[in-house]
């Protein structure tokens, strides 16, 4: 189960973030007021997306034993009124086949961000 925690004070808009054993911050850009000390919420979450498809293409190229050298992946988070996008740009390093090439960028649609973020979540509140 993940887990973090979020704390505010009166410095606009600081936030010290704890995540598992992990500290971070977060903050607003200038022009939002903030100091940006830290990634925005948003940048938070296309991080979070970016890192998990990172891993998991990692994870599934060592056990199919195939000479992925490196993965970058790129976020661009869109925010509408109507209707947010996230375009995901994979960059695949090593000598990889098209068919290999393809089951990873396949893989990708599957990650468990991915996943997550497709199907929407139940958030529950509760004012402690």
Known sequence: ???AKASIGTANYAV??????????????SALGGQDVGPAPYE????A????????LR?????????L?????????KKEVAQSSIERLLTLQGPLSDEQRQRL???AERTP???????????LTQLV
Do not use: N
Request: proline letters at 2%.
């Open 44 to 47: 938070l979450l296309a991080s």
């Open 49 to 56: 997306l970016a890192a998990c498809t990172a891993i998991t």
């Open 59 to 67: 994870m599934y190229a060592e056990r199919k034993q195939w000479p």
């Open 16 to 29: 010290a973030i704890k995540a598992g054993h992990h500290e971070l911050k977060a903050d607003e850009g």
């Open 105 to 107: 960028a396949d893989i």
């Open 1 to 3: 189960m993940a887990y």
């Open 69 to 77: 050298q490196g993965v970058q992946v790129a976020i661009h988070f």
């Open 113 to 123: 961000v991915t996943l997550t973020l497709k199907s929407g979540i139940q958030i």
